[in-house]
């Protein structure tokens, strides 16, 4: 299982917990899909970036 991190205590939750163990408060449905999603978003950034630089930049 994976572990994340409540956003309201910063206690430890695993991604199949629906409440926090150490707060009590609910925990997102989409809590263990937020950190890959972040990450697809900056992936598909970087790779539009380094597209647009090899047909902007000059030819050697």
């Known amino acids: 299982m994976r572990v994340l991190n409540c956003k309201h205590c910063n ?3 695993e991604a199949s917990d629906k ?3 150490h707060c009590g408060i609910p ?3 989409d ?4 950190p890959q999603k972040k990450f697809m ?3 598909v ?4 970036f380094c597209i647009i630089m ?6 050697l």
């Open 11 to 13: 206690g430890v939750v």
């Open 19 to 21: 409440d926090c163990p």
């Open 27 to 29: 925990l997102p449905p």
């Open 31 to 34: 809590l263990a899909k937020a």
């Open 41 to 43: 978003i900056w992936f």
């Open 45 to 48: 950034s970087i790779v539009i």
């Open 54 to 59: 090899m047909y902007w930049l000059p030819s």
